[in-house]
């Protein structure tokens, strides 16, 4: 099994719709949790860390599920600049990421 | 925000080439950095952690001869690619975190990556 998990996607979404992804982990004595934003052939940037009690920026709300050991992501009003490829990473002594959900918006 | 600064953005070379990238902290002290790669519509992939002023520690599988990291000063990591061979072409993306609290909850700030294409 994988230690981090993500359907590879592609969702493709017109634009204005809501979508989430989900993120699986298997190490349950992960500490920090974060949703990273990669565009095509560039390197990864941050979206936002999940916190336990959920977070919120802006058009993106990120949460965390300790007991069944997922995060997600949810993108309300989806813009045609959010198409990306979304990458969770979990931490404990080392940073592991997914292989990432493509997103496209389309107008 | 922090910033990191990573050169070359592009390296297209000859088989049996070295390669050496570096990795920059422009705005902040790191006295660890990380070295991914990541192959076409794969996930990152560590490949070493940098520490500085000490030697580097290597992912399980990842040749250390092969790939040389320096971490000379809090702000320079290099990654040298030993005599290079196409299926060492790949993406090689390094990242950095700022030290402070507890480290595993600081998130890593990446560099602009660097495309590495061995002919």
């Known amino acids: 099994r994988k230690e981090v998990e993500q359907d590879p996607g592609p969702f493709n979404v017109p634009e204005g719709a809501t979508v989430a992804f989900n993120c699986t982990y298997s190490?349950?004595?992960?500490?920090?949790f974060f949703w990273y934003r990669q565009d095509c052939r560039k390197e990864p940037k941050l979206l936002m860390s999940?916190?336990?009690s959920g977070n919120e920026d802006g058009r993106f709300t990120a949460q965390l599920n300790r007991a069944s050991q997922y995060i997600s992501l949810l993108i309300r009003d989806s813009k045609l600049s959010d198409s990306a490829t979304y990458l969770c990473?979990?931490?404990?002594?080392?940073?592991?990421f997914g292989a990432g959900t493509i997103l496209r918006v389309k107008s | 925000g922090a910033v990191v600064s990573q050169h070359p953005s592009r390296v297209i070379c000859k088989s049996g080439t070295s390669v050496k990238i570096e990795c920059r902290s422009l705005?902040?002290?790191?006295?660890?950095m990380f070295w991914y790669r990541q192959f076409p519509k794969k996930s990152l992939m560590l490949m070493a952690t940098?520490?500085?002023?000490?030697?580097?520690?290597?992912e399980q599988g990842v040749e250390k001869d092969k790939f040389l990291i320096n971490h000379a000063s809090l702000t320079l990591s290099t990654l040298t690619v030993t005599s290079a061979h196409p299926e060492d072409s790949s993406f090689y993306i390094c990242?950095?975190?700022?030290?402070?609290?507890?480290?595993?909850?600081?998130?890593?700030?990446f560099g602009d990556g660097t495309r590495l294409s061995i002919l």
């Open positions: 990242s950095a975190r700022v030290v402070s609290g507890q480290e595993s909850s600081q998130p890593q700030h």
């Open positions: 190490n349950s004595a992960s500490q920090s």
């Open positions: 999940v916190y336990s």
């Open positions: 990473a979990v931490s404990y002594n080392k940073l592991v």
């Open positions: 705005d902040f002290q790191a006295t660890t």
């Open positions: 940098s520490n500085e002023g000490s030697k580097a520690t290597y």
